[in-house]
Nanobody, 116 residues
Framework: QVQLVESGGGLVQPGGSLRLSCAAS????????MGWYRQAPDKQRELVATITGGTTIYADSVKGRFTISRDNANAKNTVYLQMNSLKPEDTAVYYC?????????WGKGTLVAVSP
């Protein structure tokens, strides 16, 4: 089993920045990909960004504004999402995801609200 704990969400004004963190624990050996998804009210969960080794994938809506990174040093397995130039349409619950072999694990989510 893999446990994922997100942090860093909150309320920010348009144009502001936030940095989300997700720490993985448990059976972290074998985790290949990690990523962030989000779900806005009355919408389906959507991909924000993923990182697999050195390869990153971003949703078109966040390219150039968000940056995903991962820290595997010293037995840590943490993924970050630096979010700049935030827009009201970025408001959502952000979920961390980890893929270990053929199983996906999810965090409980952290709320990001972008409002004046």
């Amino acid at each position: 089993q893999v446990q994922l704990v997100e942090s860093g969400g909150g309320l920010v004004q348009p144009g502001g920045s936030l940095r989300l963190s997700c720490a993985a624990s448990g059976s972290i050996f074998g985790i290949s990909a990690m990523g962030w998804y989000r779900q806005a009210p009355d919408k389906q969960r959507e991909l924000v960004a993923t990182i697999t080794g050195g390869t990153t994938i971003y949703a078109d809506s966040v390219k150039g504004r968000f940056t995903i990174s991962r820290d595997n040093a010293n037995a840590k397995n943490t993924v970050y999402l630096q979010m700049n130039s935030l827009k009201p349409e970025d408001t959502a619950v952000y979920y961390c995801n980890a893929r270990r072999y053929i199983t996906d694990y999810w965090g409980k989510g952290t709320l990001v609200a972008v409002s004046p």
